[in-house]
Structures are given as C-alpha cells and as structure tokens.
Nanobody, 117 residues
C-alpha cells in the first residue's frame, strides 16, 4: 500500500523559508508525477508545484519563482523549498502522487504552514 508522509511544516515569519519533505513508501518511478498542493481555510485545494517522472516541473502562478520542487529518487522523497513566504501562503500543504496510466492517485495527510509575524 502506498503511503505518503509529509514533514517540515510550521510557523515562519513573512519573508522566511521552509522546506517541506514528502516520503513515499514505494519507488518514485511508480508514479508519473508527484506534487504539492495546498488548501487554505474556505478555499479549494490548488496545485503548488509538480515534478514528472522525467524531471519536468510545473508551478502555480502564485509561486513566481519563490518555490522549488525537487525529487530525490534514491531517498524516495520529494521536497518543496519555499522562500520569500507571505501570509497568503498559509495553508495545509499536501503531497500527491499520481500514475496517469493506472489512474492511481495518492495523498498524504497534510502538513500545516503558517506565515505570520
């Protein structure tokens, strides 16, 4: 059974940085893409960043060069480096893994990020 476990969330001041990590229980090549989504209270869950099996990346427009997604195949982890954090980045961040061929879709339990002074 696939499990995704996030870590690294917390409280940070505006302008600060955090690195989120997602550990998968299986080889990352089981998925065609992995990504990070976020959901703020009262809002829909939206894509923050994704990385394909081939290494291609995609970012939400609101990221604007502040975040970097990386995959570490040997460690079975995907990380999200977040710099220049803003209060509007406050949300629960979820790790996602998808396989477009099998249509499998997996989610982690989420890790909260709060940006506040």
């Amino acid at each position: 059974q696939v499990q995704l476990v996030e870590s690294g969330g917390g409280l940070v001041q505006p302008g600060g940085s955090l690195t989120l990590s997602c550990a998968a229980s299986v080889n990352l090549f089981a998925f065609t893409s992995m990504g990070w989504y976020r959901q703020a209270p009262g809002n829909e869950r939206v894509l923050v960043a994704s990385v394909s099996r081939g290494g291609g990346t995609n970012y939400g427009d609101f990221v604007k060069g502040r975040f970097t997604i990386s995959r570490h195949d040997a460690a079975r982890t995907v990380s999200l480096q977040m710099n220049g954090l803003k209060p509007e980045d406050t949300a629960v961040y979820y790790c996602n893994a998808q396989n477009d061929f099998t249509r499998d879709d997996y989610w982690g339990q989420g890790t909260p990020v709060t940006v506040s002074s």
